[in-house]
């Protein structure tokens, strides 16, 4: 599972982690914050799952009851439960999860680790190419790559001279 987070809709069929409180598209999910108003407007709206930048159990009890149905992703407490799934940083590695990684430094950290998802940040990384890759349409050398490895690999790229 990869996400792709950034400050506007991008033109991928990525998931997008995304700061806003109305869900205008299936494929976004939305970043919320201690924001009454905000939170309740995603929770209506989300289809995927919402992200919740949060320390506070009430702020995650909120919207399980609110939404049960829906995933809820915890950005800022290591929770987990129903439907409930922390976003750790790529440097503080706690087993199967999902973790958000800024740039190629960071997902080096996770080459040979067992993740759940990825969170990338697309400042940092071509949501285009990304999509290629998970697409098959971009192939690598190794033979059972994992999430990480696919997204570090430097793929061939055959160029014609005419």
């Not at 997008?16 to 976004?28: A, E, F, H, R, S």
């Not at 790529?90 to 199967?96: L, N, R, T």
């Not at 990338?120 to 290629?132: G, N, T």
């Not at 690598?140 to 790559?145: A, D, G, Q, S």
């Amino acid at each position: 599972m990869i996400f792709i987070y950034s400050d506007k809709l991008l033109n991928v069929d990525l998931p997008q982690v995304v700061p806003i409180c109305d869900v205008t598209d299936p494929k976004l999910i939305p970043l919320v914050g201690e924001d009454l108003r905000c939170l309740h407007g995603a929770l209506k709206r989300a289809t995927r799952g919402i992200v919740l930048k949060t320390d506070k159990r009430l702020w995650i009890s909120l919207a399980r009851e609110l939404r049960p149905d829906l995933t809820i992703y915890v950005w800022g407490a290591l929770i987990r439960g129903k439907n409930v799934i922390p976003i750790l940083p790529s440097h503080e590695y706690k087993g199967h999860g999902v973790y958000y990684v800024k740039n190629k430094e960071e997902l080096r950290q996770l080459k040979n680790k067992a993740v759940a998802g990825l969170l990338l940040d697309a400042a940092y990384f071509d949501p285009y190419f990304i999509d290629l890759i998970l697409r098959g349409k971009v192939t690598c050398n190794c033979e059972r790559c994992t999430l990480a490895e696919r997204l570090l690999c430097e793929p061939y790229r055959e160029v014609e001279v005419l």
